[in-house]
């Protein structure tokens, strides 16, 4: 895919560490003890951002970002850009 390489070289230019994580990994841990499937990832993201609207079935997408941003603030240690320049 284009632009992961080219997400790849940014991250590279800037001198910070770029983490892959797999959707296996992070819906472990963040759904544990619930489906894995549209409607548990919804159910889930309302929880933990209840000021979002994650109504209807095709909101799935949003709801799995918020859930993967959700995964990689609580589990990923970030430089920050500043000490880095």
Same mark, same amino acid.
């Given at each position: @895919? @284009?632009?992961?390489? =080219?997400?790849?070289?940014?991250?590279? &230019?800037?001198?910070?560490?770029? %983490?892959?994580?797999?959707? *296996?990994?992070? $819906? $472990?841990?963040? @759904?544990?003890? @619930?489906?894995?499937?549209?409607?548990?990832? =919804?159910?889930? *993201? &309302?929880?933990?951002?209840? %000021?979002? %609207?994650?109504?209807?079935? $095709?909101?799935?997408?949003?709801?799995? *970002? *918020?859930?993967?941003?959700?995964?990689?603030?609580?589990?990923?240690?970030? %430089?920050?850009?500043?000490?880095?320049?």
């Amino acid at each position: @895919m @284009m632009n992961y390489g =080219i997400l790849l070289d940014i991250c590279a &230019g800037l001198g910070t560490r770029c %983490t892959e994580i797999t959707s *296996a990994v992070w $819906k $472990k841990a963040v @759904m544990s003890g @619930m489906g894995r499937d549209k409607g548990s990832a =919804i159910l889930q *993201a &309302g929880e933990l951002y209840p %000021t979002l %609207t994650f109504g209807r079935k $095709k909101d799935h997408h949003r709801a799995e *970002a *918020a859930l993967l941003g959700w995964y990689s603030l609580h589990t990923i240690t970030y %430089t920050s850009v500043s000490t880095l320049v």
